[in-house]
């Protein structure tokens, strides 16, 4: 048994009080003493109560009467097991050896707690049999809760000389002692004070060698019980050196699965404490750390997966969690990264041959290693993770990668490079960036600390920079790398790298984009006009739409951040966006791609890569500022190669993923795209493809079904909006349920153009289709507007009046594919903001301009 | 072409597919599922079956005990990944079956057919532990893109992973939806794969935060705008296997026994005959054995090489 004033063992909190208190007597506390006869209590008078030790081997509770002190009403041995009770806060009752029951009551809580801790001193040192329970009402009022405070406990035998009997009586012992807190931390405190334990495993080595079934699964049993308690001490304890093996030795055995045996110690002792050292580590604590971390996670992952609940499941997730971050923290301190990065030194690579294969294999390892690290820092909170991610920047991470992208050719390997990258600028986009230019103000205030400019000059200097560089490696990847899944993982990346939303809020200083793209509406319509209108030339040149440095300065921006993220976007529109949708700019791509080979295969392949690219075009356009991803993609005529994509000769997954662009675009209710498709035609291959599978119950069906459900949603919202206003009626149903708003804009004409063009032109076959109730709806939708607009012409002609919802404040959603129904309600809430704005009159004539420009070209 | 029937045989066996080969069957399964509508015709005879998660030896009892997909026609409801050990293996064993007998098996897509629930409920997990990285749950999370939502047996039975929607109360109105994205948190799509029937009058919040709860009106007049006699729906623990509800006009239908490993239940599949008579199968976990004949004791594989 332990002592008091070893905190581990203090179920009470008043230990070291008791050590001085009851070497003498305890202080008087004032009392009535009560003493039951005839099932009543009697009370004997009221006095003073001091707990007494006699000579250090006997103890009394004494009370002496008030009125006269030397008149003892009551001295009561504490011996035997008599159980005290104390009741709610002021009563102490119990009943002696002699069978009489006797209650004190206190006239203040403080003075039963004195009496209390007397009773556990007493308990711990003098009288080990006797017990101290409190018993209280429950919360609902209906019967009582008891705890123990402390009390005799019954331990399971640590005889060296264990059988199935001494077991069988353990396991009793550790179930019941689980049922009372006071009983488990004895509990708990033997087994971590004892060497329990070690006596457990040793008799599994006989009864395993002898072959007593009995005794393995009762062991087994046993283990899995104090697994049960879920105490970390226990759990640490038994994953050490000495233990791992002689525990899930016992845990191999399993009562639901009573003639078979897993086989944990076999591959722990093939594989798990002798890990990998890519780089020798010289710090030994860590090696246990590590070792201790691993062999957790295998019982929580394997030996115990499908015994644990959900308690011991998070006990052991968290011990794991606290030594990762310890793992990652000693990782940081000593030279491990700085040796483990000298590795893609390129000037260290070994002569002989056999020696450079090995060298080779290390880098490899290297950045499997790299990853785990990062990896293993994802449970990390948020602080830790960025330290960690910035020291690894700081110490060059980037020669990993560059090694990665550009030396390594093992998709596999890439692939954890790519991975390693997502988590770090998942965590934070400008994590890297940041560190980088952290570097660069170091280097300018060394260079000029007065020079103001230079500071900021610096991080202008974009096309050189980190990220810049990132974004360049990944879409080179994307465009060359057949392996499908690291092109999934680069698609990521990119989203995750390309989201205005993960580069704002996120760094110091927040950045409204709204804000931003007010100014920038009225940038482009000073500098639209003068556009040569790319879609003719063979170069497109990039200068026109350039960001000078000397404009960004005139900006002023909020802060550095939002200065970063302008420049940002403007470097990936003028820079990377050219090469990433190369494949989409060039003029026929159907032609192309049967060019470069005849082959199926090859023509699949390289669907594949259209899907991504097409899904981005659909990314950049909801996504980004409206004004910039628009010019790009409008002068550089993607919509074109998206919507010829359809109706080519090419996979259906990929022709639908096109429609669903072109259905995105549609449903951003942009004039400028609304114009740019039908005036190009853009529809056409989308009714092509109806056509095809009209009479089909398949995902082409649906998915061109759920196009025109859009747009007759759209349109009838629009209706009953006039018709709303009219008739003085609140509230309307689209028919699918969804609430409309009954607000009045005109911002539906888009789509009420749309379906009156698309009837004119495709009504034919639209007319197949009547049996779609909606569809009946876009004919007759689109018939009846007739008088009001005679022909598509006159509806751009007289289009002025349309404002346009300019909204850039895109849906923070990493699916792409969820952006249509998203989009869809989006509609419904958002229509008034930009009504009044000045920017747009401008803004719409040099459009107006451009498209002229367009369609005289075409 | 690939050897289906080898690698159906190494599924079995719980063998490692190598990455390259299942992203064949991937793509090769999208080519098949998209030109499914979002409630797929089957005809009679068929045996629908529940959730199966990730219990692959449980499945393969499935088989065993309903006749095998040599000779059965099967529709699945759902569920196939995630809490077992090996969803794997049970998703790509569909798969293979479905590319190899196209016209016995229709698999719909339940609600943890999805990135965001895979991520949390194991088959991410399994997939990085037995891959090292997460390139195939990638391939299958696009494939569960195009699965089915719901089928229709003879026109008379509606199958569906969850229950009903407010939203879209008719099959064709469920046709219009562009199934091809990860399921949305709201709307008819969500509804159908999470929504639950339960003793309510009328469209309730769902406890588990996504689609709704439905009572016997909202069956009713489904059964009657439709004109099927049947809803046959997956998504809930049975401990009998399965369960009717609403007079008959509702069936819940659970497949993976000892649920977790630990739940203690049986599993049922019910049969439809062509005169549309219903006949439940019942079946309980049995300890699995591997080609030797030694038993297999369920367990997730330990993560690959340890770095550091």
Redesign the interface.
């Known amino acids: 048994m332990s002592l008091p004033g070893t905190p581990t063992t203090s179920p009470t909190p008043m230990d070291e009080d008791t050590e001085q208190a009851v070497s003498v007597n305890t202080e008087p506390k004032r009392v009535k003493v009560y003493i039951l006869e005839n099932n009543e209590w009697k009370d004997t008078g009221t006095g003073f109560c001091i707990g007494e030790v006699d000579e250090g081997k006997f103890a009394y509770l004494v009370v002496s009467d008030e009125d006269s002190p030397t008149e003892t009403l009551l001295k009561s041995k504490l011996e035997g097991n008599i159980e005290y009770q104390r009741q709610e806060e002021t009563l102490i009752v119990w009943k002696d050896l002699g069978g009489k029951d006797i209650a004190l009551s206190f006239e203040e809580s403080m003075g039963c707690d004195t009496l209390c801790e007397f009773i556990v001193h007493v308990q711990r040192n003098i009288e080990s049999n006797i017990s101290l329970v409190t018993v209280k009402s429950s919360d609902n009022g209906l019967g009582s809760v008891h705890d123990i405070i402390t009390g005799p406990v019954t331990l399971p035998s640590n005889d060296q000389q264990q059988n199935s009997q001494t077991l069988l009586e353990a396991l009793k012992i550790l179930n019941e002692n689980t049922s009372f807190d006071f009983l488990k931390n004895e509990t708990i405190e033997f087994i971590l004070q004892s060497n329990y334990i070690d006596t457990l495993i040793s008799h599994f080595h006989k009864a395993e060698e002898e072959k007593i079934p009995k005794d393995l699964f009762l062991l087994s049993n046993i283990i899995k019980t104090l697994i049960l308690y879920n105490q970390r001490d226990i759990l640490e304890s038994m994953v050490e050196d000495d233990r791992i093996m002689g525990i899930v030795g016992i845990l191999e055995y399993?009562t639901e699965?009573p003639?078979?045996k897993?086989n944990h110690r076999k591959?722990l002792g093939s594989?798990?404490p002798n890990?990998?050292?890519?780089i020798p580590?010289e710090n030994e604590d860590l090696k246990i750390i590590?070792k201790k971390c691993?062999r957790l996670?295998?019982l929580k992952?394997?030996?115990l997966?499908?015994f644990l609940d959900d308690h011991n499941f998070n006990l052991i997730s968290e011990i794991v969690m606290d030594l990762e971050t310890c793992?990652i923290d000693f990782l940081q301190v000593g030279t491990f990264l700085d040796r483990l990065i000298e590795l893609y030194d390129t000037k260290t690579l070994p002569e002989s041959s056999s020696e450079k294969e090995k060298f080779v294999q290390k880098r490899k390892?290297g950045i499997?290693?790299l990853q785990?690290?990062v990896q293993m820092s994802i449970n990390l909170d948020a602080v830790d993770r960025s330290k960690f991610y910035k020291t690894l920047v700081r110490k060059g991470l980037f020669k990993v990668l560059d090694y990665a992208f550009h030396m390594e050719t093992d998709s596999?390997v890439r692939?954890?490079a790519t991975?390693t990258i997502i988590t770090i600028i998942e965590h934070d986009i400008l994590l890297i960036h940041n560190v980088q230019n952290e570097d660069s103000f170091k280097r300018q205030h060394k260079s000029g600390p007065d020079d103001k400019s230079s500071h900021r000059k610096y991080p202008q200097d974009y096309s050189s920079s980190t990220d810049s560089k990132l974004l360049l490696i990944l879409s080179t990847i994307l465009l060359s790398d057949r392996s499908?899944?690291?092109r999934?993982?680069v698609v990521q990346a990119l989203n995750t790298l390309l989201h205005p939303e993960g580069c704002v809020g996120n760094g110091e200083g927040s950045y409204d984009l709204m804000g931003r793209s007010n100014y920038e509406a009225k940038k482009t319509s000073e500098d639209f006009p003068s556009f040569s209108y790319g879609l003719n030339s063979d170069s497109i040149n990039l200068n026109n739409y350039h960001y000078s440095s000397d404009e960004m300065n005139n900006l002023e921006p909020e802060s550095e951040s939002e200065f970063q993220v302008m420049e940002y976007f403007a470097n990936f529109y003028n820079k990377i966006a050219p090469i990433l949708f190369g494949p989409l700019i060039k003029k026929d791509i159907t032609t192309e791609m049967a060019e470069i080979d005849g082959q199926i295969e090859k023509v699949t392949k390289d669907d594949l890569l259209l899907i991504h690219l097409v899904k981005l075009v659909s990314f950049v356009c909801t996504e980004h500022d409206r004004v910039l991803s628009r010019r790009f993609i409008l002068e550089n005529g993607i919509l074109d190669s998206v919507s010829k994509l359809i109706g080519g000769n090419h996979?259906?997954?990929l022709r639908?993923t096109a429609v669903?662009c072109i259905?995105n675009l549609m449903c951003l209710d942009d004039k400028y795209y609304h114009r740019y498709m039908i005036s190009k035609n853009l529809y056409a291959p989308v009714f092509k493809l109806f056509q095809e599978n009209i009479d089909?119950?398949?995902?082409?069906?649906?998915?061109i079904?759920?196009?025109f459900?859009i747009i007759i949603t759209e349109c009838r919202a629009y209706q009953n909006d006039g018709h709303n206003r009219k008739e003085k009626t609140n509230g309307s149903y689209d028919g699918?349920?969804?609430d409309v708003k009954t607000n009045v804009n005109n911002n539906r004409t888009n789509f009420t153009i749309l379906n009156k063009y698309l009837v004119q032109t495709y009504g034919d076959v639209l007319r197949k289709a009547t049996d779609?109730p909606?569809i009946q709806d876009m004919l007759e939708t689109g018939e009846e507007n007739q008088p009001d607009h005679s022909s598509f012409e006159n509806s751009i002609e007289g289009g002025n009046d349309i404002s346009v919802n300019m909204s850039t404040d895109g849906f923070a959603s990493n699916?792409l594919?969820?952006i249509?129904?998203?989009n869809v309600k989006r509609l419904h809430s958002e229509i008034e903001h930009f009504e009044n704005d000045p920017h747009y009159s401008g803004d719409q004539l040099a459009f107006k301009k451009s498209v002229d420009q367009m369609n005289a070209s075409t | 072409m690939m050897d289906l029937d080898k690698i159906i045989a190494s599924l079995r066996d719980g063998k490692h597919i190598p990455?390259e080969t299942v992203?064949r069957l991937c793509l090769n399964s999208?080519?098949l599922?998209?030109?499914?509508?979002?409630?797929?015709?089957v005809d009679t005879p068929v045996t629908i079956c529940g959730d199966i998660h990730g219990q692959l030896h449980d499945l393969l009892t499935l088989f065993e005990k309903s006749g095998g997909v040599e000779k059965t026609r099967y529709i699945f409801l759902g569920d196939f990944v995630d809490r077992g050990?090996y969803s794997l293996e049970s998703f790509l064993l569909l798969l293979c079956y479905k590319l190899r007998y196209p016209d016995r098996i229709t698999l719909i897509r339940g609600n943890h057919e999805t990135?965001q629930i895979t991520k949390v409920y194991g088959f991410y997990d399994e997939v990085v532990?037995k891959y090292?990285?997460?390139?195939?749950w990638?391939?299958c999370c696009e494939v569960f893109?195009?699965l089915s939502l719901g089928a229709i047996i003879n026109n008379s039975i509606f199958c569906v992973h969850g229950g009903l929607s407010?939203?879209?109360t008719t099959v064709?109105?469920i046709?219009?939806?562009?199934?091809?994205?990860?399921v949305?948190h709201e709307?008819a799509m969500c509804d159908l794969l999470w929504s639950d029937p339960e003793d309510v009058d009328t469209w309730s919040l769902s406890p588990r935060g996504a689609g709704f709860l439905f009572g016997k009106r909202e069956v009713d007049q489904f059964l009657e705008k439709n004109n099927v006699e049947l809803i046959a729906r997956a998504h809930q623990l049975v401990m009998e296997g399965y369960k009717e509800m609403f007079d008959g006009g509702l069936v819940t239908v659970w497949s993976a026994p000892n649920y977790?490993?630990?739940c203690g239940n049986v599993a049922a599949v019910l049969k439809i005959d062509d005169d549309l008579n219903r006949e439940y199968t019942i079946f309980e976990a049995v300890?699995a054995q591997n080609e030797v004949g030694?038993?297999i004791?369920?367990?997730?594989?330990?993560?690959m090489?340890?770095?550091?």
């Open positions: 399993d699965y003639t078979s897993a591959y594989k798990g890990f990998k050292e890519v580590l590590m691993f996670q295998f992952d394997v030996v997966v499908r793992i390892d499997r290693l785990q690290c596999n692939i954890l991975d499908p899944g690291l999934e993982q996979m259906m997954q639908l669903r259905k089909k119950n398949n995902l082409a069906n649906s998915c079904q759920d196009f459900r699918n349920g969804n779609i909606f699916h594919e969820d249509d129904i998203k | 990455e992203f999208q080519e599922l998209m030109n499914e509508g979002n409630v797929t015709q050990f990135r532990r090292g990285n997460s390139n195939v990638r391939y893109d195009y407010p939203d879209m064709d109105e046709r219009t939806i562009d199934r091809k994205q990860e949305p709307g977790c490993y630990r300890q030694n038993a004791i369920p367990t997730k594989k330990s993560q090489d340890y770095f550091l």
